[in-house]
């Protein structure tokens, strides 16, 4: 299976700054099937970016994914207060599917 | 709107089954799948495994194999995912989502997650 690894696992920030996460792969990650998620505490995860660049439907500009291959990059231009989570990458290219242990955006 | 609606919270003694149940509205249930993802306390998101809506194909993590069970009612339109044999790590929060209907894609719509304590 391809394991993915996030880091840093926490960034520590404020509000205004730029957050810059990465998310490297085992493996090649086939035709770029990779996502982001945040997830909040107590909710459910929800969709950032898809095909490695993809924003979601209403997901802000503010969030951009890039690369390819086996190393991936989530960038959150200007960090919002709404925006301190969990981030969690994804790849869907192969099966099984597997998630990144996730980075941790908190305020510092 | 799409909306995956979950059963409620389940305690279990070790050596126990169960099952959670997905309910979905919202679109046409058969022209995608559901996956299940679970999240033990204070970690990380696992993917359990996949079925499609359409023909009952299934496809679980190995680790998971001989223990889960997953199908869908399409005159419920539920999804229903079952684990045996439960030990305390499976103590999680069991999310479904709904995924496309080869199973390999992301998930935009995800059910509000089943919290499960295994504890004797």
């Known amino acids: 299976e391809i394991v993915l690894t996030q880091s840093p696992g926490t960034l520590s920030l404020s509000p205004g700054e730029r957050a810059t996460l990465s998310c490297g792969a085992s493996?090649?990650?086939?035709?770029?099937?990779l996502a982001w998620y945040q997830q909040k505490p107590g909710q459910a995860p929800r969709l950032l970016i898809y095909g490695a660049s993809s924003r979601a439907t209403g997901i802000p500009d503010r969030f951009s994914g890039s690369g390819s291959g086996t190393d991936f990059t989530l960038t959150i231009s200007r960090l919002e207060p709404e925006d301190f989570a969990v981030y969690y990458c994804q790849q869907y290219g192969t099966s099984p599917l597997t998630f990144g242990g996730g980075t941790k955006v908190e305020i510092q | 709107q799409v909306q995956l609606v979950q059963s409620g919270a389940e305690v279990k003694k070790p050596g126990a089954s169960v099952k959670v149940s997905c309910k979905a509205s919202g679109y046409t249930f058969t022209n995608y799948g559901i996956t299940w993802v679970r999240q033990a306390p204070g970690q990380g998101l696992e993917w359990m495994g996949w079925i499609s809506a359409n023909n009952g194909n299934t496809n679980f993590a190995q680790k998971l194999q001989g223990r889960v069970t997953m199908t869908a009612d399409t005159s419920t339109r539920t999804a229903y995912m079952e684990l045996r044999s439960l030990t305390s790590d499976d103590t999680a929060v069991y999310y479904c989502a709904r995924t496309c209907s080869g199973g390999v894609c992301y998930s935009i719509y995800w059910g509000q997650g089943t919290p499960l304590t295994v504890s004797s």
């Open positions: 493996q090649s990650v086939s035709s770029s099937s």
